[in-house]
């Protein structure tokens, strides 16, 4: 068992599992991803339909798992807390490994353009033709 941040993170042989405290058991999770303003959770095979019965576990036998793994789990006080989690497919981008979404941009020039300043009405451009410019 992990703490990263404020959520407890379980892996179990090959697949993790995120503690979902409003339900009080562990639920399975592909992956935790970077979509370049916030971490998001990579769970959207388990929560297709919502008015299915075992929504967010995909399926009986996986409700089962994680019923007994909560029972297995249960402490989660006890949790070692860690400053970066690795879930998911990593990559290196810059000098770093991290999971990006597969909508999130590749390449640094897309970076810097997502923090650049828009042009509305309200931010408009300073440069515009007067009859001062033209002295």
């Known amino acids: 068992?992990?703490?990263?941040?404020?959520?407890?993170?379980?892996?179990?042989?090959?697949?993790?599992?995120?503690?979902?405290?409003?339900?009080?058991?562990?639920?399975?999770?592909?992956?935790?991803?970077?979509?370049?303003?916030?971490?998001?959770?990579?769970?959207?095979?388990?929560?297709?339909?919502?008015?299915?019965?075992?929504?967010?576990?995909?399926?009986?036998?996986?409700?089962?798992?994680?019923?007994?793994?909560?029972?297995e789990f249960s402490e989660i006080e006890t949790a070692k807390p860690i400053p970066f989690l690795t879930i998911g497919t990593q990559e290196w981008f810059r000098d770093r490994p991290i999971a990006l979404t597969h909508c999130a941009p590749r390449d640094p020039v897309s970076w810097k353009r997502m923090n650049l300043r828009r042009r509305t009405f309200k931010n408009r451009v300073r440069k515009t033709f007067t009859k001062r410019n033209m002295k």
Not at 3 to 20: M, P
Not at 42 to 64: R, S, V
């Open 1 to 71: 068992m992990l703490r990263f941040q404020d959520r407890v993170f379980l892996h179990e042989g090959s697949r993790w599992y995120i503690w979902e405290s409003s339900w009080g058991m562990y639920r399975p999770i592909d992956g935790l991803r970077w979509t370049g303003t916030e971490l998001k959770l990579d769970d959207a095979e388990y929560c297709k339909e919502l008015t299915d019965e075992f929504y967010g576990y995909g399926g009986e036998k996986m409700y089962n798992k994680c019923f007994h793994l909560t029972q």
